[in-house]
């Protein structure tokens, strides 16, 4: 998942439109590309990353609610997650409690990745 900010609105405009006629691909994948989500939502979100992670990893699908949380299908069932106490125990019961500490990994590992992918641009 990669976030992008224009600076010019006509630039956006003008992928949105190409998006819509055709797929944009990049090395060889296909680019989706969504409308904008406010920064006040991203960073809500921001809490759910580790659980976000860990779902994309074990190919379970979820797609992201507003203002806050997150709706999971999972064993044919719809779970939602809107608040952060339901997060952490829907994530104790997909890895277990033994595995709990690989939390804070998944945490600090996303943690990395979005300051190097802000140290770049």
Same mark, same amino acid.
């Given at each position: #998942? &990669?976030?992008?900010?224009?600076? +010019?609105?006509? &630039?956006? @405009? ?7 006629? #055709? ?7 296909e680019?989706? &590309? ?8 991203? #960073?809500?979100?921001? @809490?759910? +990353?580790?659980?976000?992670t860990?779902?994309?990893?074990? @190919? ?8 806050? !949380? ?11 997650? *809107?608040?952060?106490e ?8 997909? &890895? !277990?409690?033994? *595995? ?12 990395? #990745?979005?300051? !190097?992918?802000?140290?770049? *641009?």
């Open positions: #998942e &990669v976030h992008i900010i224009f600076a +010019r609105r006509k &630039v956006c @405009d003008i992928i949105y439109k190409i998006s819509r006629e #055709e797929a944009i691909q990049y090395k060889g994948k680019i989706q &590309v969504l409308k904008q989500v406010p920064r006040r939502v991203r #960073e809500q979100r921001r @809490d759910y +990353r580790y659980l976000a860990y779902l994309n990893k074990k @190919d379970i699908l979820f797609r992201w609610l507003i203002p806050e !949380g997150m709706l999971v299908t999972w064993e044919e069932k719809r779970i939602k997650i *809107d608040s952060i339901k997060a952490q125990d829907f994530y104790e019961q997909l &890895v !277990g409690p033994e *595995d709990t500490n690989s939390r804070e990994e998944l945490e600090s590992n996303t943690q990395e #990745e979005e300051q !190097g992918t802000t140290s770049e *641009d």
